[in-house]
């Protein structure tokens, strides 16, 4: 199959990242949400190089994640971006800032953190043993995120989008649900496929009537127990049963 990466595909998924970026600046989050770290604010060249690299239209499925952990994308600007997958496998190379209010807990310190991200190291292993390159991956699937923003309460927790009030929820989920269906118009994909359970309800409210269809895959995070007896295994069964591998 020939690569699809193409200049208007690109500037699309620009101006759809504009747009969320315009309608998340007008949001306000009360405690317990401390801080709110917004990679597409201070790492969007790296979400730029991604896109520009990796974002074919015609693909078979977006894996769809939740929002940003402490360690993936708030550090690297990539969705699950685990450091040492996104530095040596996906081979971005990308300034990437801080943010403008930084918990001392969850310094963004960027290819450069010590850290990384369980569920990218998964999610980026699985590819990379299942197709080998990115280019065989990316020709097939594209990974998002729904939400781009990081919630941290003061002690350094993290806070989950389903767990925001309702009327923060709500402003948030009108923004995001916008974007992905700016995404999917761009990429039209065949299937939305939720990583986890809150992604693949978002995707099927937001996307209502699109003529995508819809499934979900077993979150990878440590948190679950099924993943972390084996995430690859379960991943790649679950992909089968779709018929996309």
Not at 61 to 86: C, D
């Amino acid at each position: 199959m020939e690569d699809r990466v193409d200049a208007s595909t690109v500037k699309a998924l620009r101006a759809v990242t504009d747009r969320l970026e315009s309608d998340l600046r007008t949001l306000v989050f009360a405690p317990p949400t401390a801080f709110v770290y917004d990679p597409f604010d201070y790492a969007r060249p790296a979400w730029d190089a991604y896109c520009a690299r990796y974002a074919h239209a015609g693909v078979d499925a977006i894996l769809l994640g939740m929002n940003p952990g402490p360690f993936g994308m708030a550090q690297t600007g990539v969705p699950f971006g685990s450091v040492p997958f996104v530095r040596d496998w996906l081979a971005i190379d990308a300034p990437i800032g801080r943010p403008v209010r930084e918990h001392p807990k969850r310094p963004v310190l960027g290819l450069a953190c010590p850290r990384t991200e369980v569920s990218g190291l998964r999610l980026w292993g699985f590819a990379r043993e299942v197709f080998g390159t990115p280019e065989a991956f990316f020709r097939r699937f594209f990974v998002a995120n729904y939400c781009p923003l990081l919630f941290l309460e003061e002690s350094g927790r993290n806070r989950t989008p389903d767990a925001l009030p309702a009327a923060e929820r709500e402003a948030l989920q009108a923004a995001c649900d916008r974007a992905l269906q700016g995404i999917v118009s761009v990429l039209r994909p065949r299937m939305v496929i939720g990583v986890g359970a809150f992604a693949e309800a978002r995707a099927r409210e937001a996307l209502a009537g699109t003529g995508v269809a819809f499934a979900r895959i077993a979150h990878p995070s440590p948190a679950n127990p099924a993943a972390n007896r084996g995430w690859t295994a379960l991943a790649q069964k679950s992909l089968q049963d779709l018929g996309l591998l």
